[in-house]
């Protein structure tokens, strides 16, 4: 019977964990229109280095009709060009979330000193991944 209250235990207990996570998610930055506010910061080519890879990548971003963000990619060492991302997301205090199913990867970043400051993950593995503007559509 001990064990059984033990697995009921951290079963609640991992269940508050799920919700008390939920909870504190960053949510994506919109409007009452509906459209994404402060977008210009990222607009533009970003290149890095996926660091422990030594493969470059170039993230280009744009601004859709919605007036949120959209975008592509380049892995250089791979012939990927211009390789559209499957969604991107703004996040309030400007980072945003990049996810390619192509690639199978997702990077989340924070701008920060006129950079990119963020990680990419793919295949469970974490890199990190900074951008430096190349050119700045935006600013």
């Known amino acids: 019977m001990p064990t059984m209250r033990l697995q009921y ?13 939920n909870s504190t998610a960053q ?3 919109e409007q009452a229109d509906g459209a994404c ?10 290149r890095g280095e ?7 990548v170039i993230f280009r971003f ?3 009709e919605r007036a949120c963000v959209t975008g592509n990619f380049d892995i250089a060492d791979e012939d990927r060009d211009r390789v559209p991302f499957s969604e991107v997301e703004m996040l309030e205090g ?25 990680e990419f993950m793919q ?9 430096e503007p190349v050119t700045r559509s935006g600013y």
């Open 94 to 118: 400007q980072i945003v979330h990049a996810r390619s199913d192509a690639m199978e990867f997702t990077y989340k970043g924070q701008y920060e000193g006129g950079r990119i400051v963020g």
């Open 27 to 29: 949510q994506p930055e």
């Open 123 to 131: 295949t469970g593995t974490v890199f990190a991944l900074d951008l």
């Open 37 to 46: 506010p402060d977008v210009e910061w990222i607009l533009g080519e970003w």
């Open 9 to 21: 235990f951290l079963f609640a207990l991992a269940l508050a964990f799920v919700m008390a996570g």
């Open 62 to 64: 744009s601004e859709d």
């Open 50 to 56: 996926i660091q422990g890879t030594g493969r470059a």
